[in-house]
């Protein structure tokens, strides 16, 4: 018990202040299969008291390289692909936390306890099931423990912060209307609001004092209704200790496996209780311990997301609403460069121009569709993703490169050779359309994307679900559409294809014109 008690301790004494800065490389964790000496980018050193942990992250199937890339890029890290299809593994200085919860391709985070690669079973459940209770008074809690307090406070004053935001906004439009409980006072300047905004945050990164006091101090010096409520609101028992709720989830995949997904759950849940002394809760529980069994790979780990991370931009939902993460995977396909011009005809609820913007503000994204409710389900996702930018930049704020229209797929109104880039989740044919109708929409679509895409540059990703209409459609447009890649993807239990396709240099001619040349000569 002396690591639970030495735990405990440091949980009390861990703050986000207090970490030591950053420096040079990761330390190599040769049990992961992490490359002691990777060739490139820049991995940062942890210094002699700083903390270094391996991050586990769910991502979108197939799309597995993707986030590596990313995490190197943003992160310095290299990362190892999971045998477990749609997770990678990399290692962070605590310090880089925040970070990792940017990243746009990762779906679910969680910081690992330990991992068994090759873990071996007994023969019965009687005894596979005994072992993990035995399991959970072995395992190195401590550290992960660390980073899950770090990963609370830090998502505590995140949510903090916009809630406060929020309310200033509210307040602010009131005392605009004259509503507020200083109507009749002067009203304050856009700079003096600016300048309040920017007291939300210190530079150290903690909560400085709150826009809505700050924003009613320079007006008057009597409290508002707002200041009293949030005096009111200080919880008693934030100074007194309280017993952490938590649960146990497990994830298994493999067939050679004698005990259930709730059975495992259910026993080494209780070893977890009886070894921490926390208080089991399904739905309201502070920590999410996680137990990832794949064939005789065990990962044991600590939730650092309560929801996906892919549910970041999108407000207004349609019937097929692509997630976030999935979206970026395939725009980072098609490598954006600086005043590109993308494309997305089909765009739904706007999901894949949305993440482009906020992804390459560089590029102009146009998202357009020929459903009108879409196309308001998208504009008003434009308009949410503006307004966080708007609160996020805290200062004057000149828009998002982004645009919204309703058109016909097959007729276009853009210049033959005026795009860039066309990213598009085409209909699979099950809760829109129909496959019967996917074999005269298909042609159609490539038909028409090829006239506006630029010959010789351009390229264009496409997801879809009906891999043999699209295959035949594709097959007919050799001189005009050349195929990349394909990654192979997991679409709510679909088996789904992400295709790269280049545009040749053949210039675009409308059938019809071929036909009148035929009929003349």
């Known amino acids: ?115 068994f690669r090759d873990y071996q079973f007994k023969e019965t459940k009687e005894d596979v099931l005994k072992d993990f209770e035995d399991l959970a008074g072995k395992l190195p809690w401590s550290d992960p423990l660390k980073v899950w307090k770090i990963n609370t406070s830090f998502k505590k004053k995140k949510t903090k912060r916009k809630k406060l935001t929020q309310q200033n906004t509210i307040f602010k439009e009131k005392m605009d209307d004259g509503q507020g409980d200083m109507g009749d006072e002067k009203q304050i300047t856009n700079h003096t609001m600016e300048a309040v905004l920017e007291t939300i945050e210190n530079q150290d990164g903690t909560i400085g004092e709150t826009p809505i006091l700050a924003y009613n101090k320079k007006v008057s010096e009597k409290p508002s209704a707002i200041e009293n409520k949030r005096v009111n609101e200080i919880p008693r ?31 080494f849940g209780g070893a977890v209780q009886d070894y921490f002394k926390w208080k089991a809760d399904m739905t309201n529980f502070d920590v999410e311990v996680l137990l990832n069994v794949h064939n005789n790979e065990i990962v044991v780990g600590i939730a650092l997301t309560e929801e996906s991370l892919h549910r970041r931009n999108i407000t207004h939902f349609g019937p ?106 085409m209909p699979f044919g099950k809760r829109i359309g129909s496959k019967k109708k996917n074999w005269n929409l298909y042609p159609s679509c490539l038909q028409e994307m090829s006239r506006v895409c630029r010959p010789g540059t351009g390229r264009a990703v496409l997801l879809t679900q009906d891999r043999k209409c699209f295959s035949k459609a594709l097959s007919r447009m050799g001189h005009v559409w050349r195929k990349v890649h394909t990654v192979w993807v997991n679409i709510g239990g679909l088996h789904a294809a992400v295709y790269l396709l280049k545009r040749t240099s053949q210039v675009f001619i409308h059938p019809s014109e071929i036909e009148h040349e035929k009929g003349t000569s």
């Not at 490389?25 to 820049?42: A, I």
């Not at 146990?248 to 496996?257: L, W």
């Open 320 to 425: 097929t609403t692509l997630r976030s993460t999935l979206a970026y995977g395939m725009l980072r396909l098609c490598s954006p460069q600086p005043t590109d011009i993308i494309v997305d005809p089909m765009c739904g609820t706007g999901a894949i121009p949305i993440e482009g913007a906020a992804e390459w503000p560089n590029c102009y994204h146009i998202a357009g569709d020929n459903n009108p409710l879409a196309v308001k389900r998208a504009a008003n996702n434009i308009l949410s993703l503006l307004t966080k930018s708007q609160i996020k930049e805290s200062k004057a704020f000149w828009g998002l490169p982004i645009d919204a229209i309703q058109w016909d797929i097959c007729n276009l109104p853009l210049r033959t050779g005026s795009v860039d880039i066309l990213v598009t989740d």
């Open 1 to 115: 018990m002396f690591e639970l008690e030495a735990a405990c301790e440091q949980l009390n004494e861990v703050s986000l202040e207090k970490q030591a800065p950053a420096g040079g490389s990761v330390e190599s964790r040769p049990d992961l299969g992490l490359d002691p000496n990777p060739t490139s980018g820049p991995v940062p050193v942890p210094g002699p008291d700083q903390l270094c942990v391996t991050i586990g992250a769910t991502v979108p199937t197939g799309f597995e390289q993707t986030a590596a890339d990313e995490v190197r890029e943003k992160l310095g890290s290299q990362s190892r692909i999971s045998k477990d299809r749609g997770k990678i593994y990399f290692d962070i200085s605590v310090e880089s936390l925040s970070k990792v919860h940017s990243l746009r391709s990762v779906d679910n985070l969680f910081v690992v306890v330990q991992e």
């Open 237 to 267: 028992d934030e100074a007194e200790p309280q017993v952490l709720k938590f649960r146990v989830t497990c994830n298994r995949a493999g067939e050679n496996h004698s005990f259930t997904s709730n059975e495992a759950a259910r026993d």
